[in-house]
């Protein structure tokens, strides 16, 4: 009876939440969003994806350029009719571009923003999938603008964009392929996706241990019974949430009956 007590204020607790509810709300609304974009053509959503990130880098830029607009006002400008070599030239522009204000800061990082996730876009369009070489192709792409635009680097502007963009595309790559290696779950994991997200949304996470334990993966979902629950240790409560889930949803529920 306290176990069974205990699973409804799991439950309880879980929808009373604000925080997770605000979240899956915001989580709905982007997979809808998502959704609208995918049907979309090429050119509309490059264009609202190219848009959208270039907003969020530029305000990104401007409170990091709010941040450095005291670095940068302490540069001293030099005289207009001063003999600056190009070499000097340069440095002095580097280090405007690295510590503008707000706006110079705003736009170098809606420029980056914008033209990585836009060319990432296309690639993954055209070429059905999203991989190293799609991630090196849109740093290249982004590096090269920002070196164009910021006027990051030395005289030769040509020379600047290809060597920042190459820059930009080997550390992309570098961290595309450690995300890779470290985002990868253990084997184990694979077989338990749906069992994971069933018991997230039911604020039951802490029995994922218990399904492991008795080896219930995702393709035994459809066979629960409550005796198999009991005997992996989880209480009468959360048991039949569990149970309930699985009745009402549309695929486990007509596999279950399929079995049946």
């Not at 907003?55 to 990104?60: L, W, Y």
């Not at 571009?97 to 706006?103: E, F, N, R």
Request: net charge positive; proline share 7%.
């Amino acid at each position: 009876m306290v176990d069974g007590k205990q699973g409804v204020m799991v439950e309880m607790s879980s929808q009373q939440n604000p925080i997770a509810q605000l979240q899956a709300r915001f989580k709905e609304l982007e997979d809808k969003f998502r959704a609208w974009l995918a049907k979309q053509s090429i050119p509309v959503e490059v264009g609202v994806v190219t848009a959208t990130s270039a907003a969020q880098g530029a305000a990104i830029g401007a409170i990091m350029g709010t941040l450095t607009n005291d670095v940068s006002s302490s540069f001293p400008s030099p005289p207009p009719q001063a003999p600056l070599n190009p070499q000097a030239m340069a440095s002095f522009k580097q280090a405007q571009a690295l510590s503008g204000g707000p706006l110079v800061q705003a736009r170098n990082f809606a420029v980056m923003t914008g033209v990585n996730a836009g060319i990432s876009c296309v690639m993954k369009r055209i070429r059905g999938k999203e991989d190293v070489q799609s991630s090196m192709a849109a740093a290249f792409g982004s590096g090269a603008m920002f070196s164009l635009v910021s006027g990051f680097g030395g005289p030769n502007q040509a020379a600047n964009a290809i060597s920042s963009g190459l820059f930009f595309a080997l550390i992309q790559g570098g961290i595309f392929k450690l995300g890779q290696k470290f985002s990868q779950p253990p084997t184990e994991d694979i077989f338990y996706n749906k069992t994971r997200s069933m018991l997230t949304s039911l604020g039951l996470e802490n029995y994922e241990k218990n399904f492991k334990r008795g080896l219930l993966t995702d393709s035994t979902l459809p066979m629960l019974t409550d005796s198999a629950l009991r005997d992996v240790k989880i209480p009468p409560g959360p048991r039949l949430l569990i149970l309930d889930h699985i009745q009402r949803d549309p695929e486990l529920g007509e596999k279950r009956r399929g079995i049946t």
